[in-house]
């Protein structure tokens, strides 16, 4: 069956390329993706499927359909960029999903098989939290099971991902001239070099699986003034919520103590996008692996929760069965969010990869709706 859905994509990779493409070199940051919606949603419904957007009440969201009742499969598209362009290669998740939606539609139609295929169109992946908008919002209310692709240096099935608590911490003093009356001030920034002394302290006892690191935002305004306020970004990341939440705990005494060491005031302000750490689903990632090989992606052995990075993905994989899956778009090492990945993310070799990744996807997709063994297998798979 690759074979087959890889030919169905190929009599479209024409279209998928252009807006693979457009989406590249027209980058656009997270919920300000107009254009980029406007271009896959143009496509969607040139194919057939029936396109609501905006979703959920994000604007630059969408939910492209086809078919009806169940089962009910969900490919995930996103498309946000960086500030340094598509260095996270965000035109080719949303380049694959659309190979994977016209394989699967064609082949719903060839075969007529029963069911309703989502395209979900998920903005702003990177920190503004999409997809728990569009949970939020009831767009994957009657979703049993959804895939998303992601490009890398490597093909593999999911790799995992840390969950994400995003922390503002502001500190408060007293302003006073640093040559002439020190002794009337109470330093703010002082407080946040102790904020920083703390925790890396406490990263020599970090389980592996845990990351804290952050900036200085606010460190004053001269040298001869004594900082009266001063602030910190920080990320806390974890494999499970039980350590994110012990983590948190603790970063929050570091912060205190600080405070108390400096004399100062404090204010903690977690944000609203939490990334939850994944849930990875065996069936569908050891399907991931044997389509994959088939289409000669390479895929490598599966490595259970060894990302380190997080993904609004996440909060997904914690409400249904879904996956987020590989592939390789260079021939030599990649880090995501460099200049090397961006370049790769605009190249022939990478749309292709890309394509298969999406052949892969729609493999997966169709045996979930024809084969009631192996839903039942992924509605029960999830660990």
């Known amino acids: 069956m690759p074979q087959e859905i890889a030919k169905i994509i190929e009599a479209h990779s024409g279209e998928i390329k252009t807006v693979s493409d457009n989406i590249h070199a027209h980058p656009e940051l997270g919920m300000k993706e107009y254009q980029a919606a406007a271009w896959l949603t143009s496509l969607l419904k040139q194919w057939g499927f ?15 359909e086809y078919g009806s009742g169940k089962p009910v499969f969900c490919f995930m598209a996103e498309y946000d960029a960086l500030e340094m362009g598509h260095a996270c290669g965000h035109n ?28 979900l169109g998920t903005p702003g992946e990177e920190g503004h939290g999409g997809k728990l908008l569009l949970i939020k919002g009831g767009a994957f209310a009657d979703i049993e099971a959804a895939l998303i692709s992601h490009p890398s240096e490597q093909t593999m099935p999911d790799p995992g991902c840390l969950s994400t608590a995003r922390y503002t911490v502001s500190f408060k003093g007293e302003a006073a001239h640093a040559a002439i009356a020190p002794d009337w001030g109470r330093n703010a920034l002082d407080a946040v070099m102790l904020l920083f002394a703390g925790i890396n302290a406490w990263r020599q006892q970090l389980p592996e699986a845990a990351r804290v690191h952050g900036i200085v935002k606010d460190g004053g305004t001269a040298p001869n003034i004594i900082p009266e306020t001063a602030s910190a970004f920080f990320y806390i990341r974890a494999d499970t919520e039980t350590l994110q939440a012990k983590l948190e705990e603790r970063f929050k005494k570091i912060v205190e103590g600080a405070a108390l060491m400096s004399d100062t005031s404090c204010e903690i302000q977690r944000l609203d996008s939490y990334y ?27 490595n259970v929760r060894a990302g380190r990075g997080s993904t609004d993905f996440g909060n997904v994989s914690q409400i249904l069965p879904s996956a987020n899956l590989h592939f390789s778009i260079a021939k030599k090492p990649l880090q995501l969010h460099t200049i090397e990945l961006r370049d790769a993310a605009g190249s022939e070799y ?28 992924v509605q029960h798979g999830r660990h």
Request: with cysteine.
């Open 50 to 64: 029936k396109v609501i957007a905006p979703c959920a009440g994000v604007e630059t969201a969408f939910r492209a």
């Open 92 to 119: 080719l998740i949303a380049a694959s999903a659309l190979a994977a939606a016209i394989a699967t539609k064609t082949m719903m139609e060839r075969e007529k098989i029963p069911g309703k295929l989502v395209l």
């Open 276 to 302: 939850q750490s994944s849930i990875y689903n065996a069936p569908l990632n050891e399907m991931y692996v044997k389509s994959a090989a088939e289409l000669g992606l390479d895929p490598k052995p599966a």
């Open 350 to 377: 990478g749309f292709k990869q890309a394509m298969k990744a999406g052949a892969a996807m729609a493999t997966i997709g169709l045996r979930y709706m024809k084969d009631p063994e192996y839903r039942n297998a």
